[in-house]
């Protein structure tokens, strides 16, 4: 039997501008469908990007090697995926979003593998396209504890800029020249700055040392210490990629203020970043006790015209644990 793929175009009312942290979507269509099925004959099960190559035979008989992405070997070991699900000659379902430029390449969101299971590529709100879901995420029973900043966190929302992104005429041309594909920062194994580096498919963790709150993002093995007693930056911090944080509780959320960043690069687009930026982050939990919101805004006068605001969500998973991550840098 051929194997045959196909692409249903679906229209949305609205879409918001969207990148995917360390793992851009910008090169994706997310208003089409794409689904197929074929046979594995290349897998790169490695962080910082999973990958993988699948020959389709098209209804004529030719054969289209397709490259597929998908979210990191982290995200998808906490779906219940192994290197051993993806085993070169088997036959695969993908389900996903096509380039946009036109590529033989997909990020999936789905698979459907030989024996009837199929499992989410990426760790948001995606719906099983082939299968039933066989249970929900377990709800706290205890309101104290679900009340309790200090958590794992897991990512729930992808996150989306909450107004208009608007670039200075140096930044806009650096987009303009930026190939993710090549310019990635990521694919050379080099971690990103804030406010990318929390603005990922990646669990994170609030703890308190001292009477200083301590948060570790999963991916690059972050650790971002913020100072709770100062209530003002020191300017004599050393500046890094995460920069100084300073923090507060305000009814009942955690508000965050940033300085003393390094330049680099505010998203996955290319967007330059410089090391005067700030950033004023939000954490608050909902009244479900299970997620928290949060809100991140950026003002840079050097590359931005006016502040830029993301949004996002985690949720609490009481099965979700912090892994160990581990980049591999492929010189070719």
Known sequence: MKLKAFIIIISLLS??????????????????????EGV???????????????????????????EIVADAINSLMRRGLTRENFAV???????????????LEMLSTNALFANGQEYIMRDTDTPLVWTSPEGDIAKPTDPDVASDLFRV??????????????????SAQAVAQYDPFVDMPSLRCIPPSMPNAILSPYPFEFSEEGDDIRLS?????????????????PQDAPRSRLGYSIGRFENGSLHVHTER???GLLDDDGSLMSQDATLDEVFTIAQD???????????????????ATWIAAWQWNPDTIMRPYECEFDAQ
Do not use: C
Not at 89 to 103: A, D, K, M, N
Not at 154 to 170: D, G, H, M, Q, W
Not at 289 to 307: F, K, M, Q, R, S
């Open 15 to 36: 879409i918001t501008s969207i990148s995917y942290g360390h793992h851009s979507i910008s090169p994706f269509d997310r208003t089409a469908w794409l689904e197929f």
């Open 40 to 66: 594995v004959t290349k897998l790169n099960w490695r962080n910082p990007h999973f990958g993988m190559t699948v020959s389709v035979t098209k209804d004529d008989g030719s054969i289209e090697e397709w």
């Open 89 to 103: 000659g088997e036959t695969i379902r993908l389900g996903g979003w096509p380039s946009s430029q036109g590529r």
């Open 153 to 170: 966190w897991s990512y729930k929302a992808i996150y989306v800029r909450k107004n208009p992104f608007k670039l200075t005429e140096k």
């Open 217 to 233: 993002i999963e991916e690059w093995g972050s650790e971002r210490l913020i100072d709770m007693t100062s209530s003002q930056i």
């Open 261 to 263: 960043l390094i330049n």
């Open 289 to 307: 006790g299970i997620t928290l919101n949060y809100e991140v805004t950026v003002t840079d006068p050097e590359y931005l015209v006016e502040p």
